[in-house]
């Protein structure tokens, strides 16, 4: 199989694919035991691939967070960004491939912070991080940083 983008290959790779959702399962299930989240947060492709197992896996529900100006399904005459647990989320994590920018992450807290102001991200797991372990993000703005997970599976 020809992969197109680099940034997708630990889930278009079925062997590498097994392992990064084994390797996700077991970092996701110590995290909810430590931070006990109760909402698993993502926006895209990349956030989708992985949050709908961890969803399944843990029963936790999931909060879809629209791009803006994504087309598929989210309307610009509409003003829902977000879909899925908001009512009953309290502390949520954000599950994504990997932090670039941050952009990402920004656009997920921000969005629900609009609807949901009392909602706290307890952490952030990334499956396809450069390097394994725990880090943390700082935003410049933020008086706190946020503990990122990586669930990366060597190649």
């Known amino acids: 199989m020809t992969i197109q983008t680099s940034y997708l290959r630990h889930v278009f790779n079925s062997e590498?694919?097994?392992?990064?959702?084994?390797?996700?399962?077991?970092?996701?299930?110590?995290?909810k035991k430590e931070t006990k989240f109760d909402t698993i947060a993502f926006t895209g492709i990349s956030g989708s691939a992985?949050?709908?197992i961890l969803s399944h896996?843990?029963?936790?529900?999931?909060?879809?967070?629209?791009?803006?100006?994504?087309?598929?399904?989210?309307?610009?005459q509409t003003s829902k960004l977000l879909e899925g647990n908001?009512?009953?989320?309290?502390?949520?994590?954000?599950?994504?491939?990997?932090i670039?920018?941050?952009a990402t992450v920004l656009h997920i807290i921000n969005s629900i912070a609009q609807v949901k102001a009392n909602a706290k991200?307890?952490?952030?797991?990334m499956y396809t991080a450069y390097?394994?372990?725990?880090?943390?993000?700082k935003h410049p703005d933020w008086d706190y940083s946020l503990p990122v997970t990586s669930s990366r599976v060597e190649e």
């Open 131 to 137: 390097t394994s372990g725990t880090s943390s993000f």
């Open 121 to 125: 991200c307890v952490g952030m797991l």
């Open 16 to 31: 590498l694919f097994s392992r990064t959702v084994d390797n996700t399962i077991k970092e996701a299930e110590r995290l």
């Open 100 to 102: 670039a920018s941050g």
């Open 57 to 76: 896996w843990l029963e936790v529900p999931l909060l879809c967070v629209r791009k803006v100006g994504e087309n598929s399904h989210y309307h610009q």
């Open 50 to 52: 992985m949050a709908f």
């Open 86 to 98: 908001v009512e009953d989320m309290r502390r949520y994590l954000i599950v994504d491939d990997f």
